[in-house]
């Protein structure tokens, strides 16, 4: 179902049961699996590869070139995941060598005018809100939520089930379950409505809630608050993750 004014490599590979819109443009290394809809004058550069079921709204651009000097035209990748929702005017660039690709899951809707840059890897069912900035080798966790406008650094990471509020500048890692707001960007508590919503047991959403208290919002230091709720007993397995998160990162946890 390839409208008539798209222009479509022939060294594309189409899947079935796709559809190209009007002025859409499929350049030659291009996958598009089965059921995708790529709507008019949207953009699928060299790399592009659109999983099952995506949609890719009016001009999007997905797989250009990465905004990146030391970027010499190696063949790369930019991926979009199953029944991801790309909207109008977001852009997906490709990997550099430094990885390859630039990755976005499964399920994820990515808002208008929101910019996936370079190596990034976003996870599975995360929205990324209008206006969203992703640097290079940002990291997204599952089901982390971006407020409209949002700005993540280069090589910052959002855990899963973050909730950052809009226009927020985000410059160090963000830990799982974290809500975000104000400027400069500071945790002000859990994503406590979230996590309710996606099964969370009250039992386990109080003992996040309780290593937050201990660790980021009272009287100690990032360190000495995980000592100090280490101390009390051993945690469930949804805070191992997080201490485990914080010990791993490389830029620092927010506060």
Not at 73 to 79: C, F, Q, R, V
Not at 115 to 128: E, F, K, Q, R
Request: charged fraction near 25%; glycine fraction near 10%; proline fraction near 3%.
């Amino acid at each position: 179902m390839i409208h008539s004014t798209a222009v479509v490599s022939s060294k594309a590979k189409i899947g079935n049961s796709v559809k190209i819109g009007p002025f859409a443009v499929v350049e030659d290394n291009v996958e598009i699996a089965d059921g995708a809809d790529i709507r008019t004058h949207a953009v699928l550069c060299n790399g592009s590869r659109i999983g099952a079921d995506a949609v890719i709204f009016p001009n999007a651009v997905i797989g250009a070139e990465p905004q990146d000097l030391k970027y010499k035209g190696e063949p790369t990748l930019a991926i979009i995941g199953e029944r991801t929702v790309v909207r109008e005017c977001a852009t997906v660039n490709r990997g550099t060598t430094y990885s390859g690709e630039a990755r976005v899951g499964s399920d994820c809707l990515i808002m208008a005018y929101s910019h996936v840059a370079h190596d990034c890897v976003v996870g599975d069912n995360v929205i990324l809100s209008n206006g969203t900035q992703l640097a290079g080798h940002v990291s997204i966790d599952d089901w982390a939520i971006l407020g409209g406008m949002v700005k993540v650094v280069q090589f910052c990471r959002v855990g899963k089930h973050v909730m950052l509020g809009a226009d927020v500048k985000i410059t160090k890692d963000v830990p799982h379950y974290a809500l975000v707001g104000r400027e400069p960007a500071q945790i002000e508590g859990i994503n406590k409505i979230g996590l309710r919503r996606r099964g969370f047991s009250n039992q386990t959403i109080g003992e996040i809630e309780r290593f937050f208290d201990t660790v980021f919002l009272g009287k100690y230091n990032t360190s000495e608050g995980i000592a100090e709720f280490l101390r009390l007993g051993t945690p469930i397995d949804e805070v191992q993750e997080i201490i485990d998160f914080i010990r791993s990162s490389k830029k620092g946890a927010l506060r």
